[in-house]
């Protein structure tokens, strides 16, 4: 124990021991890189809502083993991550098996509903996020594209570079 009176203590743990972890957070997203915390792919959003949950584990660890079981977790989530992203661009068929395709929703002004459907996104989320692009006419649009962190982006104005596409799947 830090104090003698219980409440004391239980605060005392949490402030120290929540620093530690994010400060052991820092060092080892600084070893592995700022893409640690990256929503590129469905995994790197896993891992980055893993590792917040982890903390807060490790903040309110009531053992020292139970903080270094997660503040290692922590480390090989990262490691695992990292080791992940290194074979995905060394390996096509590593990233195949683990990476989802983009898949494009609209196109030229069309909504593409065998995409919507197959992906379950509603017409009236896509028609919400054609507003947070500002598209004025469904004209405007030359791609809507279901990324596969789950975000959905809008290409809009007069002309559109196909390479932004590659690697979209068309689902018709």
């Known amino acids: 124990m830090f104090f003698s009176i219980e409440s004391l203590d239980t605060i005392a743990r949490a402030i ?8 052991w957070v820092i060092f080892v997203v600084r070893i592995i890189g700022l893409r640690a915390f990256s929503k590129m792919t469905a995994f790197d959003f896993v891992v980055t ?3 917040g ?7 309110q660890a009531t053992s020292w083993s139970d ?20 074979l995905r ?9 683990v990476q989802n395709k983009p898949v494009l929703l609209m196109e030229d002004g069309r909504i593409l509903h065998a995409a919507l459907t197959a992906t379950r996104v509603a017409e009236d989320d896509l028609i919400a996020k054609l507003r947070e ?18 975000n959905i982006s809008v290409l809009h104005g007069a002309k559109l570079q196909q390479r932004l596409l590659d690697g979209v ?3 018709e």
């Open 67 to 86: 903080f270094v079981q997660a503040t290692a977790a922590v480390a090989s989530l990262l490691g695992v991550q990292y080791v992940s992203a290194r």
């Open 169 to 171: 799947c068309r689902i």
């Open 89 to 97: 661009r060394a390996s096509d068929t590593f990233e195949t098996l």
């Open 133 to 150: 692009a500002n598209v004025l006419d469904f004209s405007q649009v030359r791609a809507v594209v279901l990324e596969t962190t789950g």
């Open 49 to 51: 809502v893993a590792i």
């Open 53 to 59: 949950s982890l903390l807060a584990g490790a903040s």
């Open 16 to 23: 120290i021991l929540s620093a530690v972890a994010v400060c």
